[in-house]
C-alpha cells in the first residue's frame, strides 16, 4: 500500500488567506502530482472540513485518480489531547489495524503532533508550493 498521508487541508492545500471554501488551484495541483510520483500511497483525510463534508464530497475536490486513492476520514477526537490531530491518526490506524504501516501528516500546524513524528509541515501563508512537492515525493520513497 505504500505509506497513509494524512492531510490536513486549511494552511496545506488552502492558503489562510484564501477562500474559506476552496482550495488554491496550485496548492491542489502540487500535491495531486506529488502523489502522482508514488501511485501506491493511499490517502486519509484529517483536515476539520471532515465533520462538515461527507467523504463523498471531500473526494470531490480532487481529481478522479487522486480521489480513488483517498481511503477514508480519520475519526474526531473528543478527548483534550496535547497532540489532538496525532491522537486521530493513531485512533484510525488502530480502528483499521494497520498499526505498522508507515505514515505522513501533512498540516501547517507542528503543535499537533510530537516531537519526532513523520511530518511534512507547510506554511500556512504560501500552502503546499513546490518545495512541498519535492519534499513529499523524497519522505514516500524514503
Same mark, same amino acid.
Given at each position: 500500500?505504500?505509506?497513509?498521508i494524512?492531510?490536513?487541508f486549511?494552511g ?45 464530497? $471531500? ?5 478522479? %485518480? ?8 480519520? /475519526?474526531?477526537? =473528543?478527548? &483534550? ?12 490506524m ?6 505498522? $504501516? ?5 498540516? %501547517?500546524?507542528?503543535?499537533?503532533f510530537?516531537?519526532?513524528? /513523520?511530518?511534512? =509541515?507547510? &506554511? ?19
Open positions: 500500500m505504500g505509506k497513509l494524512f492531510l490536513d486549511d496545506v492545500l488552502r492558503r489562510t488567506t484564501s477562500n474559506p471554501s476552496q482550495f488554491d488551484r496550485d496548492c491542489l495541483d502540487n500535491f495531486e502530482s506529488a502523489m502522482r510520483q508514488c501511485s501506491v500511497s493511499k490517502i486519509v483525510i484529517s483536515s476539520t472540513w471532515r465533520l462538515a463534508l461527507s467523504l463523498k464530497e $471531500l473526494r470531490s475536490r480532487f481529481s478522479p %485518480d487522486i480521489a480513488v486513492r483517498i481511503i477514508g476520514i480519520t /475519526p474526531e477526537n =473528543l478527548e &483534550d489531547e496535547p497532540h489532538a490531530r496525532h491522537a486521530e491518526i493513531l485512533a484510525f488502530q480502528e483499521k489495524k494497520i498499526t505498522a $504501516l508507515p505514515w505522513v501528516a501533512i498540516d %501547517d500546524d507542528p503543535s499537533h510530537p516531537p519526532g513524528s /513523520p511530518l511534512l =509541515l507547510t &506554511d500556512s501563508h504560501s500552502g503546499f508550493d513546490t518545495a512541498c512537492a519535492a519534499r513529499l515525493i523524497k519522505m514516500l520513497h524514503e
